[in-house]
Structure formats: structure tokens, C-alpha cells
């Protein structure tokens, strides 16, 4: 099945960032309970980062420890536990450094999948259980090859969608983007451990989260879908995420998302997985009107990573909906959706890979 063969489908829905952020406002951050500084983003630094020593006292002994600032440099202990975190499937969005809230959310989704209580915090019983995944360095150098730094990357993305339709490709602007998505990290990150290397020289080795980098290639269809088989996908409109279940019931992956909005909410309700595309490309509608747009006539606009919907759409049995990538994955979870539910690529893709056409997909509301 061809990404055209979609057309249909994705042009009944616009799904680029709206401004209006979900719900309430971002609340205000937490003073970190440490005094000094955090150190500097060395490897060193990140792959040997540890909870701070807590005072003797029953009271600091119970006391959760809040490691950092939500709009303050990146922390090597939360790039250490944000890494873990995607590594064990309970995918914290963009590996930023921050303690956001998709990254709380992920934190205390693992809690409570390790049998422990809900947090958000990085408490040493949940730190120890993280700690228990993997051995692995969580950072890693990585060589930037020929074909990193020539591309093709385009000079810039146009904000009309008219005007996206006249690129021939929606490919990245530049190789700290390109990086940033292979390896599952903010730009602002990418730039933070390689303050001094050219992210576009072949040949520079630079410092990169130790994840399993999102695959280039479109996967053949003889190979779908891969171990372990999605056969339940459950969105949560509430909690903002999406968990994918083996038959088993066993929960496999836990991602954040933005889903629906006001304005146009994500259904509810049962339903089933149709179909996956992958590079799919994107026709508009003139007869949905979208704010902004004002051909009178259709247009496409090609695939690629900066595509409206990304590098995949999951086909959902309802019509005009889907689960999809997107071209702003730093804002996954963050910002509304016009409907749809929106992953980040390297999520969209992991879950287009494993997931069983006729898959159960349930929307909760509460």
C-alpha cells in the first residue's frame, strides 16, 4: 500500500501544533533541594550521575528527592534518567536534561508498572529500580557520517501549508535536527553536549544519547509486525500518553502524546487499528476550511520527517483519525492536536512496527 493510497485519510485532518496549550498552565517549577550547581555535561558526568546523598534523619530518609529545575540547564542525573527511562520503553519524549511533565509522567508510569507508588519525583526506590535496566553507558560518541552532513536538508520550513506544497521533499533543515530525532533528544540538548563540535562536518564525533537511534528505512511489509506483536493500544486523553499491550496483556511501551483538543477532541470509545503507511505524504482538503489555509483547490504535500503528520500514520476504523508523528516533537504532549493522536517520529515508528492490523485502540476519558 502506497503512502498516496492515504491520501484520502490524512486529508481530512490538519495536524500541526495549535498555540493553545492543553489545560491548565504549566506550573511553577521547584527549587531544586540541592545547594551546588549541576556539574558539567561530560560523559563522565552523565554516565556516573547519582542521587545525592540524603541526610541520616527518618524524615530526609522519606522525603523524595527533587532533582532540578523544569527551565534550568540540563541535569546529567536527568539526561541519565530520561535515557533509562526510553531504553525501558517508558518513553520520556525529547531526552532534554529538564524534569518536565512528560518525563514525570513516564517516571511515575514506571513506578507504578515496577509496583511501586505513583511519582513523580525520582525517589531512591524508583531510581534503584531504573538503575536495575541497564549497565549501559547512558551516553555515547557517534561519528558523523558523509551522509549526515550532505543530507538533503531544506533552507526552511514554510509556515503556510500552500507554500510547504511547493517543496519536493519536507526533510530536515540541518543536521542538528536530523540528530537530535535519530537519537531521541531536544536540539537545545544536542547543542548542550557539543557545545564546540560542527554538527556538519563529516568525520566530528560528537556525544549522543545511547538509545536505540531511530531506523531511517521503511520497513518491508513481509516484516510487519515485528516481536513483540501490539494487539491493544489504549490513549489516555487524561494523562496525555498512549500504552501498547502484548496479547499477553502485558504493557510493552508507554508514550507521550498529545491527543485532541477543545476545539476538536479525540474520539472515544472503542475501535481498531486499519492499516499503518509509512513516509506517508499529505493532501488538503479545501472543504475542511483549516484556519490559515486559503486555497480554494486540493494540494499535497510531500513526505518526510516535516510532514503535518510526520513519518507515520497508524489508519484508525474511524474515519478521518489516526496516530501519527509529527513535525514538532518537542511539543508532543505539551500542545493540542486537531483530533488525532500525536507521538513523536521515533514513537509513531516503533509503534507502526509492532502493531497487528485489527489491534484494539480504546480512548479513555477518565
Known sequence: MTPKSWRPVLAALLVTSVAAPIAEARPEPKVSEREA???????????????????DDKASAKRPVKTGKADEKPDPLIVK?????????FYPGAIDGLTGENYKRALSAFAVAQGLPATSDLTPEVWAKLQSTSDKPVVTDYTITEADSKGPYVDKIPPKMEEQADL??????????????????SRALVTALNPDNPLDKAGTTIMVAAVDPMGTDKPKAKDLPQDPKVERIEVD?????????????????????????????APSGETKVKGVAFDPDYTYNPKYAFKGVKSKSKFTIQSGPNNPVGLVWIDLAIPSYGIHGTPEPEKVGKTASHGCIRLT?????????????????????E
Do not use: C
Open 237 to 265: 486523553k487524561k494523562s496525555h500518553d498512549v500504552r501498547a499491550f502484548g496479547s499477553d496483556g502485558k504493557l510493552l511501551d508507554y508514550y507521550p502524546a498529545s491527543i485532541g483538543s477543545t476545539e476538536k477532541p
Open 81 to 89: 534518567a530520561q535515557v533509562l527511562l526510553d531504553r525501558a520503553h
Open 37 to 55: 550547581p549541576s556539574p558539567a555535561l561530560t560523559a563522565d558526568a552523565i554516565n556516573s550521575a547519582a542521587l545525592p546523598q540524603q541526610a
Open 345 to 365: 517520529n521515533w514513537n509513531a515508528r516503533d509503534l507502526a512496527a509492532h502493531v497487528a492490523r485489527g489491534a484494539k485502540v480504546s480512548f479513555k476519558d
Open 168 to 185: 519536493k521533499a519536507m526533510s530536515y533543515t540541518n543536521p542538528r535536527e536530523m540528530l537530535a530525532e535519530r537519537f531521541h533528544m
